[in-house]
């Protein structure tokens, strides 16, 4: 069921860079797309489908608030650079984690069900992944980091949050280890 987390997480993300809230969902359509087109291409290897994929999901999002929220309140007790060192390796294990569920792909459709306003700064974009035998919700969840600047910073696949699952992930782990202890274990899977 993990894989197909990663799947969805995989196919559906997107490139926004400086659009404001109203071209956030028209902007994720067009660059699904692109995301789709590319894992459809036969012409293009796993390799060179995951870096173009990396080159156009790295913008849109938000690794380090993704970083932050998924080790919650140990956050704070560390070092800048203790936090740099943490985010570069979430970030890795994170992109690694979807990447290698490319091979899952196969020809999906993603439909845009609207967007919803929670808070002020807040955009939820709801799609849905429509397959053989059963359809998936995908709900991202964006912040406004600057003005006409939306960054993901969750994303919900069937009710299940990335950040609370790694959150607890990483809670579990902390309490009978070290944070060094879960840096090395970060590190041996990057």
């Known amino acids: 069921m993990l894989k197909k ?12 860079f400086a659009v404001t809230k109203e071209e956030i969902e028209p902007h994720m359509v067009k660059k699904v797309n692109e995301v789709l087109s590319i894992l459809k291409s036969k012409e293009l290897n796993k390799e060179a489908k995951s870096e173009q994929i990396i080159s156009k999901m ?25 936090k740099e060192e943490f985010t570069s390796l979430f970030t ?9 569920k490319l091979d899952l792909y196969t020809n999906q459709e993603i439909k ?14 709801n799609t849905v992944l429509v397959g053989e035998k059963e359809n998936f919700d995908i709900n991202y969840k964006f912040y406004q980091k600057a003005k006409d600047e939306w960054k993901i910073y969750d994303i919900n696949l069937l ?10 992930q990483f809670a579990g782990f902390l309490k009978d280890k070290s944070f060094d202890d879960l840096l090395k274990n970060l590190n041996s899977k990057k």
């Not at 845009?112 to 974009?125: D, S």
């Open 92 to 100: 890795v294990v994170l992109k690694r984690s979807y990447l290698n």
């Open 58 to 82: 790295d913008p849109i999002f938000d690794y380090t608030l993704m970083a932050r929220l998924s080790l919650g309140k140990e956050w704070n007790a560390l070092s800048n650079d203790k």
């Open 159 to 168: 009710g299940v949050s990335i950040i609370q699952t790694y959150r607890q």
């Open 112 to 125: 845009f069900l609207g967007t919803q306003e929670p808070k002020k700064n807040r955009i939820i974009v």
């Open 5 to 16: 987390y990663f799947l969805l997480f995989l196919v559906s993300t997107t490139l926004i």
